[in-house]
Structures are given as structure tokens and as C-alpha cells.
């Protein structure tokens, strides 16, 4: 079974600040995806970025980068120069190549507020 | 359609009742995930269709719920006899594959069982 780990279930960021958000997670696959998403009070759920575990660099997007230790079992997410907008819940998720460790497994999520 | 859709957008229902939650894929994307979600909590897995495989019912909660996916595309969750605890949204996501390194979510669609 592959299991995700949130353990900030609320941060806060400074407007313009950068902030991490935690994720670690076990599984036994030996090739398996890590994704990040955003979820806004309004409910959507937004696709944010994407780390493959045979992915040598760490993957980045825009504001967001992922800070993957694999060793560590851990795949971070970075948000540099906070914006309000960016306040929302982020959630943590993987998914396995075997069997049914394909089902995208989440974390319990961050909630995430962007101080002015 | 370009994204994932789900309808209804919302749903009153009463207690006992059935009810059909539809989603349509993004064109071409063959693995299509349901999960479930309650008021200010994360997700819980439904169910996972991968092409014409057999699909990965793990998730279901009970046989009230079931799920099927009509020419590999549309699916269609069922829920009988609905209780006050399955009030929640239920969101959609669809992927290329597998493997695919996105996976995009519907919009959901929230149940109110009263």
C-alpha cells in the first residue's frame, strides 16, 4: 500500500515570501509519480506539478518547484514570491505502476494563507 | 470538451433515493478516477478505471455505491438508497494513462442527501 504524509495541516506566508510545504510519502513501487495540487475555496482542484521517481532534476513550474529527496522519501513543494492568491489548501499526492497503487493516493493537505 | 466535466453541478437529493453522477473525460484519456470528498477533508478514493482492464472498486464504501465506464469514456457513479453521510463532493479526475505525468480534475459535483 502507498501512503502519503501532510504533517502541516495549516502555514502562513508573508506576501512576496517563499514557503515549503511537506510531503513524505512510502510506497514499494519502484517507479511511481508525485503530483501537487491547489485547491482554492472554491473548490477546484488545480494541477500545480508533476515529479517522475526516475526524474533526476527536480521538477519546477513557473513559482512552483518540487524539492524531491528521494532517499528521504520526501517531495516538497516550494512557492517562491507568495501571492494572496496563492492562499488555498495543497494537497500532496502519488501514484504507484503496479496493480492498485495506479489509484492516486492523497495527503490530508496544508491549508496555506498568504499574509499582506 | 477541453477539461473534465462532471453534472450535475449540484445535487439535493432525499434520503433513499438513488442517484447518477456523471463525468466525461478529456478526449483520449483512458484512466479515469472518482474520489470523494466531505466538508474540509482531503480525498477519499472511489474508484479507478484504466482502459478496458478490470477497474480498481477498492474504494468503494459499500455496495450501495458502484461505478461504470460506457466505451471507455463517460463514466457514471451510482449511489442507491442514499444516506445523510454520503453528502459530499464527488470529483472526477481523468489522465492519458497509467503513467501520464498530469491528471486533471473536474469541477465536482456536491451531493446534499437531506
Known amino acids: 500500500a502507498q501512503k502519503i504524509t501532510q504533517t502541516q495541516p495549516g502555514m502562513f506566508v508573508q506576501e512576496k515570501e517563499a514557503v515549503t510545504l511537506d510531503c513524505t510519502y512510502d510506497?514499494?513501487?519502484?517507479?511511481?509519480?508525485l503530483f501537487w495540487y491547489k485547491q482554492p475555496s472554491s473548490g477546484e482542484m488545480i494541477f500545480l506539478i508533476y515529479?517522475?521517481?526516475?526524474?533526476?532534476q527536480n521538477a519546477t513550474e513557473g513559482r512552483y518547484s518540487l524539492n524531491f529527496q528521494k532517499a528521504r522519501k520526501s517531495a516538497n513543494l516550494v512557492i517562491s514570491a507568495s501571492q494572496l492568491g496563492d492562499s488555498a489548501m495543497y494537497f500532496c499526492?502519488?501514484?504507484?505502476?503496479?496493480?492498485?497503487?495506479?489509484?492516486?493516493?492523497f495527503g490530508s493537505g496544508t491549508q496555506l494563507t498568504v499574509l499582506p | 470538451g477541453a477539461g473534465v466535466s462532471q453534472s450535475p453541478s449540484n445535487k439535493v437529493t432525499e434520503k433513499g433515493k438513488d442517484v447518477e453522477l456523471r463525468c466525461d473525460p478529456i478526449?483520449?484519456?483512458?484512466?479515469l478516477y472518482w474520489y470523494r470528498q466531505s466538508l474540509g477533508q482531503g480525498l477519499e478514493f472511489l474508484i479507478y478505471?484504466?482502459?478496458?482492464?478490470?477497474?480498481?472498486k477498492s474504494g468503494l464504501p459499500s455496495d450501495r455505491f458502484s461505478a461504470e465506464r460506457t466505451g471507455g469514456s463517460v463514466s457514471t457513479l451510482t449511489i442507491q438508497r442514499t444516506q445523510q453521510e454520503d453528502s459530499a463532493v464527488y470529483l472526477c479526475?481523468?489522465?492519458?494513462?497509467?503513467?501520464?505525468?498530469?491528471?486533471?480534475f473536474g469541477q465536482g459535483t456536491r451531493l446534499t442527501v437531506v
Open positions: 499526492a502519488m501514484r504507484g505502476s503496479s496493480g492498485s497503487a495506479r489509484q492516486l493516493t
Open positions: 479526475a481523468s489522465s492519458l494513462g497509467p503513467l501520464s505525468t498530469e491528471a486533471f
Open positions: 510506497t514499494s513501487d519502484q517507479s511511481y509519480g
Open positions: 515529479q517522475g521517481s526516475y526524474d533526476e
Open positions: 478505471f484504466q482502459g478496458n482492464s478490470a477497474p480498481d
Open positions: 478526449s483520449g484519456h483512458t484512466a
